[in-house]
């Protein structure tokens, strides 16, 4: 059986994906910073960074939530979770090179705290179903946020402020038993004192 990407790789590619956005995006807009695009844009630059990572895998995007379950082995007779939202559909979802599902991603950015926890209780929920016999193993949260400076605040301290408090939030929103595990970009500051972060928050059913 081939060896599988590591976790702590998947992790790392969608900071750098988020990071390689902003990047991108402020070059070829001539200033402009990422939020400023549709998420979509950095979702693409996450799913090529996840592809570049040696090893078997496949990565979808905007694949459907009732699908994956599905195909992961996470269905069940009865009412399903509200929390799931199974008409929707997962940013992106990592595929073990066998076909199964792995991991589903959500990319979220300059959204509030509350939009990001609708996806965390999906995650969860998802990764609840069944999951003894469900191949999906974790769910990771890909955010971007950006500050200029504000009165009571420099740039810098608003994009940790906040980044700090969404983890917090996050931790105090999942199940007991779930691993949450963020991993954050260093802050990066332009001469006018604006700053934005990515970070990226993994989520695991233990």
Not at 56 to 69: M, P
Not at 106 to 112: G, L, M, N, R
């Amino acid at each position: 059986m081939p060896k599988q990407v590591p976790r702590k790789a998947i992790v790392d590619a969608v900071v750098l994906g988020i990071s390689n956005a902003q990047y991108d995006y402020e070059k070829l807009s001539g200033g402009d910073w990422v939020w400023m695009a549709a998420e979509y844009w950095i979702t693409t630059y996450v799913a090529k960074e996840i592809e570049k990572i040696p090893g078997k895998k496949l990565v979808t995007i905007e694949s459907s939530v009732k699908k994956t379950i599905k195909d992961a082995g996470g269905s069940r007779v009865g009412r399903p979770a509200g929390a799931a939202r199974l008409g929707g559909r997962f940013d992106l979802v990592l595929w073990y090179a066998s076909g199964y599902p792995r991991a589903v991603i959500e990319i979220k950015s300059q959204s509030s705290i509350d939009a990001v926890l609708k996806d965390v209780d999906r995650i969860q929920s998802v990764l609840k179903r069944r999951s003894s016999l469900s191949t999906l193993k974790f769910g990771i949260i890909g955010y971007y946020f950006s500050s200029r400076p504000l009165k009571t605040k420099s740039g810098k301290e608003k994009v940790t402020s906040q980044i700090e408090a969404l983890i917090r939030e996050v931790k105090g929103r999942v199940y007991t038993g779930t691993k949450v595990v963020p991993t954050i970009s260093s802050i990066q500051v332009e001469e006018s004192g604006d700053a934005w972060a990515a970070c990226a928050i993994l989520i695991v059913v233990v």
